[in-house]
């Protein structure tokens, strides 16, 4: 069964950048217009604009349907490219995802219907007017043995597509059926000296943390401080909407919403309230 068609007129399709927004497009490594890494893979092409998606335009507010049902993994702001942004999976390893929306209407964890509505088309982040840029990445395994998350043409898995018969775009068997979002819950850190960070993957360094806590020793300045500009955001009592546990093999985490983003923080660094 193929994926669902996002709303609106295509403005850019997967592929090499067009002229008036290359400079905004990142390097990748690609294998014609089919998939894309950002890094070298086997029989891939280096392009230094490389378009990893295919943008739809519309009117401000049109809704954004879940192209299959799955579980939402990521939802809210992201960062100044992507705006506000939903991932979705439908099965591990296989996701499909929004960027520049206008209104997120779902939260992580929660279980999608296909075609329900998770966001509404915005022009947040770095976007030129009204649109969103859809995309899908598979996990899989190469010819060379290494295991990348590659970034694929949306088109193909569509209904005409070339792949739009491709079993990994299928629910489990079962399906998943919607469900309201979890109770929700709070999270507030322990002390001081804790990182918050934007992804659960300690491999990336510290690129990936957002916060950090300064050590409470009673003064006006404990908080919670902003790596970028070390700006204070919040008070070490700062209560984080608890959205799930999430495990990975750098240990047991706990996925939150706080300061308008989705963000990780070790698990035994937090106590519920």
Not at 76 to 97: M, T
Not at 138 to 147: A, F
Not at 225 to 254: E, H, I, K, M
Request: charged share 15%.
């Amino acid at each position: 069964m193929a994926l669902l068609t996002p709303p609106g007129i295509i403005t850019q399709r997967f592929g090499i950048a067009v002229p008036a927004v290359a400079l905004r497009e990142p390097a990748m490594w690609y294998e014609g217009t089919k998939r894309a890494y950002w890094l070298r893979f086997p029989g891939s092409a280096y392009s230094a604009h490389y378009h990893g998606g295919v943008d739809y335009s519309a009117p401000l507010g049109t809704p954004l349907p879940a192209l299959e049902a799955a579980t939402v993994i990521e939802a809210g702001y992201a960062n100044s490219i992507s705006g506000y942004h939903v991932v979705c999976e439908i099965r591990p390893g296989v996701r499909f995802g929004f960027n520049h929306g206008q209104k997120v209407l779902v939260r992580p964890g929660q279980k999608v219907g296909r075609g329900q509505t998770v966001m509404t088309m915005g022009q947040s982040g770095s976007a030129t007017g009204p649109n969103t840029h859809a995309y899908l990445s598979i996990k899989e395994k190469l010819s060379d043995g290494v295991t990348r998350t590659m970034i694929y043409n949306l088109a193909l898995f569509l209904a005409g597509g070339s792949m739009a018969n491709d079993p990994r775009i299928k629910p489990i068997v079962g399906g998943i059926t919607p469900t309201p979002p979890p109770t929700a819950k709070h999270v507030v850190l322990n002390g001081g000296g804790i990182n918050i960070r934007t992804s659960a993957d300690l491999d990336v360094g510290t690129t990936n943390i957002y916060a950090t806590s300064r050590d409470a020793d009673g003064t006006i300045n404990d908080g919670i401080y902003a790596r970028s500009n070390g700006g204070r955001l919040g008070a070490l009592t700062y209560q984080f909407l608890y959205l799930r546990d999430v495990v990975t093999d750098d240990g047991a985490w706990v996925q939150v919403m706080g300061f308008s983003k989705t963000l990780y923080i070790f698990k035994s660094l937090v106590h519920f309230v």
